[in-house]
């Protein structure tokens, strides 16, 4: 009876392990997936969770030098979780500096599957070094590490589930495959999003080229109008009532004019 008994807490065990191991690898995966496949779009998110484990992990620090009781250690790991979270979020470029250093040293830590203070040091400088180009050439080197992590963690992740962590191929291959697939999609989903900006800004610079083009068509045509109300009103000062005049007036100012104009006529003068 006790073998029996022993033989099904074993087999329970085993189970309950199982299921754990499988539920971390799944976890793992879709994690990863989300690392690799959204990196950049949502960048906002990872630099608030990087946050949140540098407040957690600051105010427990203070807790600890404080000498705090379990529940306001708890409280004040919170409260700086959430603080270092929202500042993180708000001030993102700052929250992925830290989190290019904590994704770098993990892939480190995890393709050499060594934890030594020397392995630590390279990984820690190399990420630092990552960050700060990451301040530089933002989009492009979040897009290239974060579809790195990503598909690394879910590569390993599919290749422990399906039991071939030993066949060298697939370790190698899996995890490779999901870099190149994860990079491919970021790069695009960021060349449509930088396309949909483009196209907005010349749809805003074709309305204001419409719109100054308008302006300059109404003004040219209250230039016009002002023009024609000027010319009648110049026509109005020189009108005159024929009837002021007498036919003799009429003709004799005639003749007036008309021997002005053959006075001031040369060929008038030769003939002269």
Known sequence: ???VVTRIDQITGTGMLFLQNMTVLIVAIVIGLMIGLFGLKLV????????FLLGAAAGGGI???????????????LGGALLMAVLACVFYKVGIFFYMIFLVTGLCVLITKMSTLPVLGISLVLGLIVAIITVKVFDPLVIIVTSISGGFMTGSAIVSMVGLDENIIAVIAVPLVLIILCMC???????????????????????????ETEVEKARLLLDDDLEDDISEEELDDFDFDEDDYSEDELEEKSDLDIEDDLEEDDDFRIIE
């Open 185 to 211: 999609v970021q790069f695009i989903m960021r060349s449509r999003q930088v396309g949909r900006k483009q196209e907005e800004i010349a749809d805003e610079k074709r309305q204001q080229i419409s719109r």
């Open 1 to 3: 009876m006790n073998e």
């Open 44 to 51: 906002r998110v990872w630099a608030a969770f990087m946050g």
């Open 63 to 77: 807790a600890s030098g404080a000498n705090l009781s379990e529940i306001a250690s708890v409280g004040v790991m």
